[in-house]
T-cell receptor, first 112, second 114 residues
Framework: SQQGEEDPQALSIQEGENATMNCSYKTSINNLQWYRQNSGRGLVHLILIRSNEREKHSGRLRVTLDTSKKSSSLLITASRAADTASYFCATVPTGGGNKLTFGTGTQLKVEL | KAGVTQTPRYLIKTRGQQVTLSCSPISGHRSVSWYQQTPGQGLQFLFEYFSETQRNKGNFPGRFSGRQFSNSRSEMNVSTLELGDSALYLC?????????????FGPGTRLTVT
C-alpha cells in the first residue's frame, strides 16, 4: 500500500507561474525522492533530499523537508508546458534497504 | 552511462499464461527493485535484489517471483496470469545498497492480460 498522500491531486496553472506540490508520509526515513512521470512512461528522477537536510535546489526545482511534520514540498518555478506530467514523492524508510514507498501523485497541467 | 533498460516494452498475454520481464541496471549498480503501477493501486513495491540476494519483498502473491544474475541483470516472472496483473512494471537501480542513494527507473514494461 502507498504510505503517503500528495496534495493537491491535480493542479492546473498557466505557463510562467509557480507550482507547489505537497507530500506527507508516515514513518521515519533515510531520504525522500521526487519523480516525474509523463503519460504512463517511466519515472524520471528529479531530486533526492536526505533526512538531515531541510532544503535542496536543482535548477527550477526547490524541495523542502520537514521531518517533524513528516512532510515535503516540491516547488517548480516559472513552469513550462513541458512540465506537464504526474509528480510523485517516494520515501526510503530507515532500515528498509532500497524499498521506495510512493505517494499518490499530483497531476500537473501547465497551459500556454 | 546508459540508463536502466527493460525488455520487452509491451506484452499481451492470456489468462493462465506466464511471463518473464527483464531489467538491465545502470552499469555498476548492484541493487535492482521492481514495482507495479496500476490506476487503482498506484505504485507498489514488488521486491528488491542486491548482489543476487532478495532483500525485501512486497505484499504480492507467490505467483510473482524474481531473480538477479551475477552481472546484476534481473528478471521477474509472473505465473498463472490474472486480468488484474495488467499493469506497468517498472524496475529501478541504485548504486547504494543501504537506501542512501538515488534510484533510477527504466521505461517500464506494459503488460496486458486478456
Amino acid at each position: 500500500s502507498q504510505q503517503g498522500e500528495e496534495d493537491p491531486q491535480a493542479l492546473s496553472i498557466q505557463e510562467g507561474e509557480n507550482a507547489t506540490m505537497n507530500c506527507s508520509y508516515k514513518t521515519s526515513i533515510n531520504n525522500l525522492q521526487w519523480y516525474r512521470q509523463n503519460s504512463g512512461r517511466g519515472l524520471v528522477h528529479l531530486i533526492l533530499i536526505r533526512s538531515n537536510e531541510r532544503e535542496k535546489h536543482s535548477g527550477r526545482l526547490r524541495v523542502t523537508l520537514d521531518t517533524s511534520k513528516k512532510s515535503s514540498s516540491l516547488l517548480i518555478t516559472a513552469s513550462r508546458a513541458a512540465d506537464t506530467a504526474s509528480y510523485f514523492c517516494a520515501t526510503v524508510p530507515t532500515g528498509g534497504g532500497n524499498k521506495l514507498t510512493f505517494g499518490t501523485g499530483t497531476q500537473l497541467k501547465v497551459e500556454l | 552511462k546508459a540508463g536502466v533498460t527493460q525488455t520487452p516494452r509491451y506484452l499481451i498475454k492470456t489468462r493462465g499464461q506466464q511471463v518473464t520481464l527483464s531489467c538491465s541496471p545502470i552499469s555498476g549498480h548492484r541493487s535492482v527493485s521492481w514495482y507495479q503501477q496500476t490506476p487503482g493501486q498506484g505504485l507498489q513495491f514488488l521486491f528488491e535484489y542486491f548482489s543476487e540476494t532478495q532483500r525485501n519483498k512486497g505484499n504480492f502473491p507467490g505467483r510473482f517471483s524474481g531473480r538477479q544474475f551475477s552481472n546484476s541483470r534481473s528478471e521477474m516472472n509472473v505465473s498463472t496470469l490474472e486480468l488484474g496483473d495488467s499493469a506497468l512494471y517498472l524496475c529501478a537501480s541504485s548504486s547504494s545498497g543501504m537506501g542512501l542513494g538515488e534510484q533510477y527507473f527504466g521505461p517500464g514494461t506494459r503488460l496486458t492480460v486478456t
